[in-house]
């Protein structure tokens, strides 16, 4: 790689790391509300609404369309945050 491209790479990977900043205070706010969520459910079976799912992943579809990204990236990341917040939940029923 030139040290012209290695430049360019550090520079590209600066703003990826400052996106990655934001990413992680957005997740910080998500996992707030799905703290809240948790607390008015008052039963596990209830943790897991896959009607709001496929509604879910329907509307980022639409959006990613919109937006110019893959929509399979986008699906790829929604399913496994959804999983992660599922897991979260399942974790900590019994601790509300």
Do not use: H
Request: without cysteine.
């Amino acid at each position: 790689m030139s040290p012209k491209n290695k430049k360019e790479l550090y520079k590209i990977r600066k703003k990826l790391d400052k996106i990655d900043n934001e990413i992680l205070k957005l997740i910080k706010s998500r996992t707030e509300l799905v703290k809240k969520v948790l607390k008015l459910k008052t039963f596990k079976y209830q943790i897991v609404d896959n009607k709001r799912i496929k509604l879910i992943l329907k509307n980022i579809r639409k959006k990613s369309i919109i937006l110019n990204i893959d929509p399979k990236i986008t699906n790829i990341i929604w399913k496994n945050m959804i999983r992660a917040y599922i897991d979260y939940e399942r974790r900590n029923f019994n601790k509300k």
